[in-house]
């Protein structure tokens, strides 16, 4: 099977942003941001904690170690929150899929693909998956100034594309047709996953990745899907 081709790289990104009219959507970005920010207040208040407790400073030596603590903290915390956001958005991915698809392909049948287990057991994995590599990124960003940028995106871009694409398939087929699937339109997916990525560094549009993401990938399983069928 030969890979989508290039006329369709931007389709699924601008078809998944124009979609933020959709209530489902915004009910869906209210939810990841709130349990977002319980997350974030939550991991600031324990590193400021543990940090106080074991360096047991007083005085001004405390409020130094706090403040310090708190801002080296907010800066992993930003980091991270394209994985938290994920882990987060897992939790919404069929309501978000089942908008897409009721807006532009009614057409559809219900999904049937692996079983719920599989899929919410999928889901996890993407969102572990993203966390590791964007840890990974992390460590070469302060090896590697610049060049661990670079590195970071394109680990992420991976982790984002494949992940979301395969997850987003196994609702309508088995998980190891889903897997072909990627690999015979790896290149078409990565891109997708390159676009989020690169929208991942934006201040504000990165609380927006988890639902594009799953949104952009509906609408390449489309194409993919009726591309192939064109083929035969």
Same mark, same amino acid.
């Given at each position: 099977?030969?890979?989508?081709?290039?006329?369709?790289?931007?389709?699924?990104?601008?078809?998944?942003?124009?979609?933020?009219?959709?209530?489902?959507?915004?009910?869906?970005?209210?939810?990841?941001?709130?349990?977002?920010?319980?997350?974030?207040?939550?991991?600031?208040?324990?590193?400021?904690?543990?940090?106080?407790?074991?360096?047991?400073?007083?005085?001004?030596?405390?409020? *130094?170690?706090? =403040?310090?603590?708190?801002?080296?903290?907010?800066?992993? &915390? !930003?980091?991270?929150? +394209?994985? @938290? %956001?994920? #882990?987060?958005?897992?939790?919404?991915?069929?309501?978000?899929?089942?908008?897409?698809?009721?807006?532009?392909?009614?057409?559809?049948?219900?999904?049937?693909?692996?079983?719920?287990?599989?899929?919410?057991?999928?889901?996890?994995?993407?969102?572990?998956?993203?966390?590791?590599?964007?840890?990974?990124?992390?460590?070469?960003?302060?090896?590697?100034? *610049?060049?661990? =940028?670079?590195?970071?995106?394109?680990?992420?871009?991976? &982790? !984002?594309?494949?992940? +979301?694409? @395969? %997850?987003? #398939?196994?609702?309508?087929?088995?998980?190891?047709?889903?897997?072909?699937?990627?690999?015979?339109?790896?290149?078409?997916?990565?891109?997708?996953?390159?676009?989020?990525?690169?929208?991942?560094?934006?201040?504000?549009?990165?609380?927006?990745?988890?639902?594009?993401?799953?949104?952009?990938?509906?609408?390449?399983?489309?194409?993919?899907?009726?591309?192939?069928?064109?083929?035969?």
């Amino acid at each position: 099977m030969r890979p989508v081709g290039s006329t369709h790289l931007l389709l699924p990104f601008s078809r998944a942003v124009s979609q933020f009219d959709d209530p489902t959507f915004r009910r869906v970005l209210l939810l990841s941001i709130a349990w977002s920010a319980v997350c974030f207040a939550l991991l600031l208040a324990a590193s400021i904690g543990i940090v106080h407790r074991i360096l047991e400073l007083h005085g001004w030596w405390a409020w *130094g170690a706090d =403040l310090l603590g708190s801002i080296a903290t907010s800066l992993v &915390a !930003l980091w991270l929150f +394209l994985p @938290v %956001a994920a #882990a987060i958005g897992t939790l919404y991915f069929d309501r978000i899929a089942a908008s897409v698809e009721h807006r532009f392909y009614p057409w559809l049948p219900p999904p049937n693909g692996a079983s719920l287990l599989a899929q919410a057991w999928d889901g996890i994995a993407v969102a572990l998956r993203v966390l590791g590599l964007t840890l990974v990124a992390l460590v070469l960003a302060i090896v590697l100034p *610049g060049i661990g =940028l670079i590195l970071g995106w394109m680990v992420t871009a991976y &982790a !984002l594309g494949r992940g +979301l694409f @395969v %997850a987003v #398939a196994m609702r309508r087929m088995p998980r190891e047709a889903a897997e072909s699937l990627y690999q015979q339109n790896r290149g078409v997916v990565l891109c997708q996953g390159a676009i989020l990525a690169l929208a991942a560094y934006v201040p504000l549009v990165n609380l927006l990745i988890p639902i594009l993401g799953v949104a952009a990938m509906v609408h390449v399983l489309d194409i993919v899907l009726t591309e192939a069928a064109a083929r035969r």
